[in-house]
């Protein structure tokens, strides 16, 4: 037998965030907001019965450790023996603040569940995603607000069922511009300063932003963390503020990127002095299979 | 003993080419045309006195396999136990036409001379590093030219002493974007029709260029080489088509990728329909230790 699913997770990108340590990882996660992108990972999963079970990855047909979708490809295949292939397509860097492991993770769970045949509830996926995520430390908040789509204020940290979340339609055509090196995420979670930092900062913009969520004010707010955490270098400090002529841009969590939004021909003009860049929107359906 | 060697090496476009099949790597290679990037490869070499040989190498701060840089590494450093370590950074996508295995390669091979102290003559270390490209598939004509910078007529193949390469000091501002998935240059080089029509189209298409070399017909011949050898799929061809009314694209060979000159306002909009993009000068200098 052989059989595939397939489906697509959006991007999702940071504004403000506050760090939730627990034991248990689908209680453990962040509180924040932030945004799905309609640039996002799109996965096939292909299954094969077989001697004995083994779980192969290729990102852009690259061969890849990708651990997370590794983790998330054998908990769902358990101890069948299956031959399983997992191929990711993304036009995302990894480690810019855009939620690629999160995107990998969850869209191979929803690509897998169909190839199978299993049939689990999709808060289960969900689940195992953000799970798996926060065991491998390579992020906290991008598995359910991916899942959901549109603008995301998280108010409590976990896994479906524990989390909760609040989400908004926005209509907005987006730039991201990679601004500087990879910000593995692992690297500032283990760093106790930086994670006081951002828990100090974070939690008060939280409530703020809470009592009257918008676009802008994500922006704004996200302004505001980006500079008092410290987490922003001062690459991305001076394109934040050289942006407030042409609209609005902010840090993407934890990246040396920016995401922004208003007149996109003069903010492109503007980024291209300073990295690489992309365009595209908001995602306002969530992770689907296709 | 701990010492150091840093070495930057521009990144190469090829807009048309031919390829010459050779036993030796040194004679192996390609004849064509391209330009050297300011976006390249920057890599420093840190070498220690160790019990036994060890070669580790970082590419934007993250393990990687890079192939051609470990080979340039093992065969610099000889039977001497040393422990290497190498750190590229690098802003340029791999597998995307613009030249990163090449240019990783030299920069090791300078910045690795430089710190073990061996005083190779700089067209030793270039050959090392056209071999060993060759000798892996990544590619057949990028390091030659990223030695020397500017835009270079490759008459030639081969490493320093067996090619033949003009090259002409141009100034201009480029866009580099990213229209499609990676297309690794083993893959197109493996398929013997693809290769047929390189020749086919490519070995006039230089001749032509020969006679009167100027940065408008690398891109004018760029274009009949992208269509007439089917290299281009229908994006790129539709980007290229587009481009005109604002400047000149091409392929960058081998990519889903294009490179381009003119009013980079107007281009970069049309771009990010479609990719993502940065933007770059020509780097006129060519590999260098810094």
Not at 27 to 36: D, I, P, Q
Not at 54 to 83: C, H, M, P, Y
Not at 97 to 121: E, Y
Not at 125 to 139: D, F, I, N, P, Q
Request: proline content about 6%; glycine content about 10%; aromatic content about 4%.
């Amino acid at each position: 037998m052989v059989s595939e699913g397939e489906a697509f997770c959006p991007g999702h990108v940071t504004a403000f965030f506050e760090v939730h340590d627990d034991p248990s990882p689908r209680t453990k996660g962040s509180r924040g907001a932030g945004l799905c992108l309609s640039l996002g990972v799109r996965t096939v999963a292909r299954v094969r019965d077989a001697p004995r079970q083994s779980v192969d990855i290729l990102v852009n047909e690259r061969r890849q450790k990708a651990e997370v979708t590794q983790r998330v490809a054998e908990k769902l295949t358990g101890s069948r023996s299956f031959e399983v292939k997992i191929l990711s397509e993304t036009p995302l860097p990894v480690s810019q603040g855009f939620g690629v492991s999160a995107a990998a993770a969850l869209s191979t769970a929803l690509a897998l569940d169909d190839a199978l045949g299993l049939g689990l509830p999709r808060d289960e996926l969900v689940s195992v995603a953000h799970e798996t995520e926060v065991e491998c430390g390579t992020g906290l908040g991008d598995v359910v607000p991916a899942s959901l789509g549109g603008m995301d204020l998280r108010l409590k940290p976990g896994a479906p069922g524990r989390s909760e979340v609040r989400t908004y339609p926005v209509k907005a055509d987006l730039l991201l511009a990679v601004l500087g090196p990879e910000m593995p995420t692992k690297t500032v979670l283990r760093d106790p300063a930086k994670v006081a930092a951002i828990n100090r900062v974070g939690g008060p913009l939280i409530d703020e932003f809470s009592r009257d969520p918008s676009l802008e004010r994500l922006f704004d707010i996200g302004n505001r963390f980006a500079e008092e955490t410290g987490l922003a270098n001062p690459t991305v400090l001076e394109v934040i503020r050289a942006s407030r002529m042409f609209g609005r841009a902010t840090m993407a969590m934890l990246g040396n990127s920016v995401f922004a939004s208003g007149r996109s021909d003069q903010l492109a003009t503007l980024y291209l002095r300073f990295g690489t860049l992309q365009r595209c929107e908001v995602d306002n359906e969530g992770a689907r299979l296709l």
